[in-house]
C-alpha cells in the first residue's frame, strides 16, 4: 500500500510534463530569432563564398549594412571582434546621419527654391498688372523686367582562428554557433566547398537535426 501511494503522485507529475519532439530538443533558440547578418571579411576572401552560400541556400539575408544585422559572422572572436564590431558600428551610424543631414540639405534648399519661384512668379503676376494699368491709361506699351533667381564619402588584420567560424549575436555579442572546416587550399573551387560544408552544418543546426 505505501509503494502504492508514492507511485500515484510520481505518474501524475509524468504526465504533466510536455513531451517534446527530439528536433525541439536539440534546436539553438539563439538561430531562430536571427532573420538577417552581416558577415565579416575573412582571410582568401572567404567570407564572399559564405555569403554566396548562405544567400543561395536561403539560411539568412545577408546585408551589407551592419546596423541591420541580428548577428555577425566571422572566423575571429574576443577582444579584436569587439573592437572591430564597434568600429563598424559607429562608422555606419555616422555614414547615415550624415546621409540625412544631406538629405535634409536638399529637401530645404527646393523649398526654398520653390517658395523663390513662387515670389518671382507674384512679383511678375503684379508686374504685369501694373503693366495693364498703365497700358489703359497711358495707351502706351510699359516694357517689363524680368529677373528669375538662380539655384545654384580594408579593415585592420586581426588574429583569427583558422578554420572556425563563429555566428555572433549583435546585442549580447553571445556566440550562438561554431563551425569547424579546413579548405584544403585558396583556390576558388577549394573555398566554394568549404563554404558549402560549413554552412551546412549551420543549416542543420538551425533547423534542429
Not at 585592420?156 to 582562428?161: D, K
Request: charged share 30%; net charge positive.
Amino acid at each position: 500500500m505505501i509503494m502504492a501511494r508514492t507511485l500515484v503522485p510520481a505518474l501524475c507529475l509524468g504526465l504533466l510534463l510536455p513531451v517534446l519532439p527530439p528536433a525541439a530538443l536539440a534546436e539553438e533558440p539563439g538561430l531562430a530569432t536571427v532573420q538577417t547578418i552581416y558577415i565579416l571579411p575573412m582571410s582568401s576572401g572567404f567570407d564572399q563564398f559564405i555569403a554566396h552560400q548562405v544567400a543561395r541556400n536561403h539560411v539568412y539575408q545577408v546585408t551589407t549594412d551592419p546596423l541591420q544585422a541580428d548577428a555577425f559572422l566571422s572566423d575571429f572572436v574576443g577582444a579584436s571582434f569587439e573592437l572591430r564590431v564597434d568600429e563598424l558600428l559607429k562608422s555606419a551610424r555616422e555614414k547615415a546621419e550624415l546621409a540625412a543631414q544631406e538629405l535634409a540639405k536638399k529637401e530645404q534648399a527646393r523649398q526654398e527654391l520653390e517658395a523663390a519661384g513662387k515670389k518671382e512668379d507674384k512679383k511678375a503676376k503684379n508686374k504685369d498688372k501694373d503693366k495693364d494699368k498703365d497700358e489703359d491709361v497711358k495707351k502706351e506699351e510699359a516694357p517689363a523686367e524680368f529677373q528669375t533667381a538662380g539655384a545654384v564619402a580594408r579593415s585592420q588584420s586581426f588574429s583569427r582562428g583558422k578554420g572556425n567560424v563563429f555566428l555572433v549575436d549583435a546585442k549580447s555579442r553571445r556566440v550562438l554557433w561554431t563551425g569547424f572546416d579546413i579548405a584544403k587550399n585558396t583556390r576558388a573551387d577549394s573555398l566554394q566547398k568549404s563554404a558549402s560544408r560549413l554552412v551546412s552544418q549551420l543549416r542543420k543546426v538551425k533547423a534542429g537535426k
